[in-house]
């Protein structure tokens, strides 16, 4: 762990007490702690000391990264980027072979116990060899880095929930970070990409408490995912009023109309797009008139069409139907029949009665 | 092995497989019932028709949905309390933007909705009128003593799918995969019991009483 605290940093890059406390306010309103915290905030970021940070990329498509090293200085996670340890990150080091290897084990073994893993993408299961980092297989890497850290933070959809190499019929076996590490506390940072203030904001909640945030029931942060897109979006009112675009050019969509109808996944999608937005809080899809995809939901991939609206089924229905119907006429004519039949064995069988019968038996008697 | 491993497979089970199970039970139970309805026959008339038969009975569909006098004087509450649920049932069902959505997707015709608060308001007003008329079917000798099983099993049916909607709309189930899914899987145990219970009357009684007033009208009686 490097010597230096974060306010030792922070001045050294010509940043006045002032600026930081500023940042403080913003991590503390970010983290939705009551504004009476900030002191403690600042004094737990000031005595910080940069974390070791090391970063493990799996089967992903580096839109995780890509997502996060677009944060602008100066803002939250610009700040927050620049004062951890990114001590391993292949994708982003200069070191690469034998001595990206080294970096990794220097800082596992420097920081043994401390040190924070972030893994992005998922991994596989059916056969090592689908993705090996310096012929080293996902699974064996994950658990060897995993051993010696404070905590692991799964970042994107992929490591959290499986993603896209999960989606049927997952051909490399793949699985989520959560699934395999159970000893140790698992931060899932869903979407594809997450929001990259979603991720500095859980460094920033372990740099203050030492603590991990409080989790939801899929392991993410309940700061950042306890309601959902629905809830918090701006389009909410129309669809209470019963408002919605019916194609991407009409008058609704025109009007930002609710996207509901053309597929919109915002009522069961648990993320922080709606308040906290993309590209320094410039837009999120549905300001800029698409629907959510679900991103930061598990099996979203598999969840059918980006645009069929949510209370669409989802299979096969009309072939399901049309066996049905065919099957229920068959079914309701062989019942017509039988009943016909009974109703026909009935008369058959009935036997008519006249008065000489009774005569015979009264002789007979 | 875990059935589901998230809410959201759980949901999707709902609105795939566990949609097409139900649906398909509903059609095959439907058509079944509705067939022997037909295919049952009836006797040649050989009496000379003294009217039509299709406008009575037409008429009567309209003119039996309306309240008669000494209906209303008998039962008032079971006259009021029954139409408020019945009118309120079928707005929710029909006027619900997402359930339009359904309908479009699966017959292709459409029509506008209702603002979401009032339906909102409908479903409340209307589950409200079923437990009262569950507690008066309860409380009221002669009606507990007619009930049956099935009766019960009914009323169960009807009610868990305005509850459930009610609670995913108000997201007061969490997380909202597991609230929207348990409404959808409430709405196909409706689908599958609807042929094999009285819930058939949905279509039933458009038979029943076009059949009395076609008959009516055929003696030349109004219907």
């Known amino acids: 762990m490097n010597k230096q605290t974060l306010l030792e940093m922070l001045q050294q890059q010509g940043i006045s007490r002032r600026g930081f406390l500023k940042y403080c306010t913003a991590i503390t309103s970010m983290m939705a702690l009551p504004p009476s915290m900030m002191p403690a905030v600042a004094a737990a970021l000031e005595s910080a000391r940069r974390p070791s940070v090391i970063w493990l990329s799996f089967q992903e498509c580096t839109g995780c990264t890509e997502s996060l090293t677009r944060s602008h200085s100066p803002t939250v996670e610009g700040l927050i980027f620049d004062h951890i340890s990114l001590d391993y990150h292949h994708t982003l080091q200069a070191a690469s072979g034998d001595a990206a290897e080294h970096a990794r084990e220097q800082a596992m073994h420097d920081n043994k116990g401390k040190y924070l893993v972030v893994v992005d993408g998922s991994i596989p299961l059916a056969n090592p060899g689908y993705s090996t980092i310096a012929g080293i297989s996902n699974l064996d890497m994950l658990n060897e880095t995993v051993a010696g850290a404070a905590a692991v933070i799964a970042v994107g959809t992929c490591a959290a929930f499986g993603g896209l190499p999960q989606a049927d019929p997952n051909p490399t076996g ?92 915002g009522p069961m999608t648990y993320n922080a797009c709606a308040t906290l937005k993309w590209n320094q809080q410039t837009s999120w899809p549905v300001e800029s008139g698409h629907g959510c995809l679900g991103c930061s939901e598990p099996d979203f991939w598999d969840a059918g069409s980006f645009y069929k609206a949510l209370s669409i089924p989802d299979g096969d229905y009309a072939k399901a139907s049309g066996y049905a119907v065919a099957a229920g006429i068959a079914a309701g004519a062989a019942a017509g029949m039988l009943n016909k039949k009974t109703k026909s064995d009935a008369v058959a069988r009935h036997t008519k009665v006249s008065v000489d019968d009774f005569a015979v038996n009264k002789e007979t008697d | 092995m875990e059935l589901f491993s998230t809410a959201n497979d759980f949901l999707l089970w709902t609105r795939g497989d566990a949609f097409n199970i139900a649906v398909s039970i509903f059609l095959i139970g439907v058509f079944i019932r509705v067939l022997e309805i037909f295919l049952m026959g009836r006797k040649v008339d050989f009496s000379e028709p003294r009217g039509t038969e299709w406008g009575p009975g037409l008429k009567n569909i309209i003119t039996r949905s ?148 076609a008959m009516m009208g055929r003696k030349g009686i109004e219907s």
Request: charged share 15%; net charge positive.
């Open chain 1, 174 to 265: 793949a699985v989520s970070v959560s699934s395999l590490i159970k000893d140790k506390p698992v931060i899932n940072v869903s979407g594809c990409p997450p929001v990259p203030t979603v991720i500095t904001g859980v460094l920033a909640h372990f740099l203050t408490f030492g603590s991990i945030p409080e989790l939801d029931s899929l392991g993410r942060p309940k700061v950042f995912f306890g309601q959902s897109i629905h809830d918090r979006c701006y389009r909410r009112p129309f669809y209470d009023k019963g408002l919605f675009a019916e194609t991407f050019d009409d008058e609704g969509a025109q009007k930002g109309w609710c996207l509901y109808r053309l597929g919109c996944k």
């Open chain 2, 66 to 213: 309306v309240v008669d006098n000494g209906t209303f004087k008998r039962a008032p509450f079971v006259v009021i309390v029954g139409y408020i649920w019945h009118i309120g049932f079928f707005i929710c069902i029909l006027f619900f933007i997402p359930h339009i959505e359904l309908i479009n997707a699966m017959l292709g015709i459409k029509w506008p909705g209702l603002a979401n608060p009032l339906v909102d308001a409908t479903a409340a007003v209307t589950m409200f009128a079923l437990v009262a008329m569950l507690w008066y079917r309860l409380t009221h000798p002669v009606l507990k003593f007619l009930s049956t099983y099935e009766d019960y099993l009914v009323w169960v049916v009807t009610f868990i799918p305005l509850l459930t909607g009610y609670l995913a709309y108000h997201r007061m189930i969490d997380p909202y995969p597991l609230a929207l899914g348990l409404h959808i899987l409430s709405v196909e145990v409706f689908l599958i019991v609807f042929p094999f219970t009285k819930l058939m009357h949905t279509i039933t009684l458009f038979i029943a009483r076009w059949y009395s007033g």
